[in-house]
């Protein structure tokens, strides 16, 4: 069968029309599973055809031209047309969608992003179009609840990727206001601003371009395939659970950090601690010497002269170069003082003792003297 290229004007149903190059409008059956956006090239079979009485309307130069601003420009426009898709919103549950919306917000295209979106795309009427963008929503959260998406995910995610900067603020005040009406039925919704390439970016990857948004922002607890498949609440409570999880993490850390900072400033604080009463002590033994020891001469040469004043009994052991220690050497030398004066009390009452005694035998031997002395002038 003989194909020819066209570009897709619209989209009705499951059919789209096409604007062939030959200047003719025809209607294309979209096959189960084929999705195509308006703007988009495909091929039409040349044994059918729709509205062929625009080819005798239209002359070739000005199809050609059609054709020709068509292709140039990357989404097609027509001058005051409720074709031209002015926006794309991205509507996440789980299932995701893409609704393409003209400048009043009236639905163009349907575009599902998932399986789960080809699920609710497959019961959506097909009278959706020209359907305002609220509405359409409202529909299409009620199928999802039907459906059983909306037992555990109440989180729905908005993202608005504008093709027509002109229209920019108004689209995105109409789509907040849908946003406080879908929240006043118990929905949490969050809304984005996307751009063109970042939607292009994700359709790459399979997602949508909200879900793409969030991946890119949280790539450390995230990822790629998890962002495909979980819903958005799922996605949020991965997100926070990872968070949390790091930041235990994190507390342990500086917990264990704080605690071996601790452990080596008690370390630091003992070891000071320790050079200061050795210090102290060290400190309080001089100024014991210096007071035992007048003239600050060292407690050896005291002793030794000590020693000499003694009956010349210096102690030969101890030598005079000895320096002054520690505590035990003050009280040895104490000791050595204390030992050598009784000492010396003894000797000098053993002297005595001895003084007396040669002096009262010296008196008897005198007395014996003298009465031997006496007698014998008796005898004569």
């Given at each position: 069968?003989?194909?020819?290229q ?18 003719a ?14 703007g ?29 601003v ?8 027509l ?29 163009v ?6 399986d ?13 179009r020209n ?12 199928l ?26 108004e ?34 990857l ?6 793409y ?5 949280s ?19 991965k ?24 452990l ?62 520690d ?42 003297h ?11």
């Amino acid at each position: 069968m003989l194909m020819k290229q066209g570009i897709v004007m619209e989209i009705k149903s499951k059919k789209a029309i096409v604007f062939t190059k030959e200047g003719a409008f025809e209607t294309v059956s979209l096959k189960k599973g084929q999705h195509v956006e308006i703007g988009s090239e495909i091929e039409v079979p040349v044994s059918k055809s729709y509205y062929t009485s625009y080819k005798k309307r239209i002359s070739t130069i000005v199809a050609a031209a059609a054709v020709l601003v068509l292709f140039f420009t990357q989404y097609p426009f027509l001058q005051n047309s409720n074709v031209a898709v002015a926006a794309y919103v991205g509507l996440d549950i789980n299932p995701s969608i893409e609704v393409g919306v003209n400048e009043k917000l009236k639905v163009v295209e349907v575009i599902p992003i998932n399986d789960d979106g080809k699920i609710i795309v497959e019961q959506i009427d097909d009278d959706y179009r020209n359907k305002p963008l609220s509405e359409f929503i409202d529909d299409t959260i009620e199928l999802a609840k039907s459906d059983g998406y909306l037992t555990e995910n109440k989180d729905v995610l908005l993202t608005i990727t504008t093709i027509d900067k002109d229209a920019q603020a108004e689209i995105e005040e109409k789509v907040n206001a849908i946003k406080e009406e879908t929240e006043k039925k118990g929905m949490a919704v969050t809304t984005l601003e996307g751009d063109e390439n970042t939607r292009k970016e994700a359709k790459d990857l399979g997602v949508s371009t909200g879900k793409y948004m969030i991946y890119k922002e949280s790539k450390e607890e995230l990822t790629i395939e998890e962002t495909k498949e979980l819903s958005v609440t799922q996605i949020y409570e991965k997100i926070d659970k990872s968070k949390k999880q790091k930041e235990e993490k994190d507390s342990k850390i500086e917990k264990n950090n704080n605690q071996k900072m601790d452990l080596e400033n008690k370390k630091e604080q003992k070891a000071e601690m320790k050079q200061q009463k050795f210090e102290d002590k060290k400190k309080e033994n001089l100024n014991k010497n210096k007071e035992g020891h007048p003239g600050n001469e060292p407690p050896g040469k005291n002793k030794v002269k000590e020693n000499n004043g003694n009956n010349g009994r210096a102690d030969k052991n101890k030598s005079d170069d000895n320096p002054p220690g520690d505590g035990n050497w003050n009280n040895k030398i104490k000791e050595s003082d204390d030992e050598m004066s009784s000492k010396n009390k003894k000797d000098d009452f053993e002297k005595h003792e001895d003084q007396q005694k040669s002096n009262k035998y010296k008196k008897d031997d005198k007395d014996k003297h003298q009465n031997e002395n006496n007698g014998n002038k008796k005898e004569n």
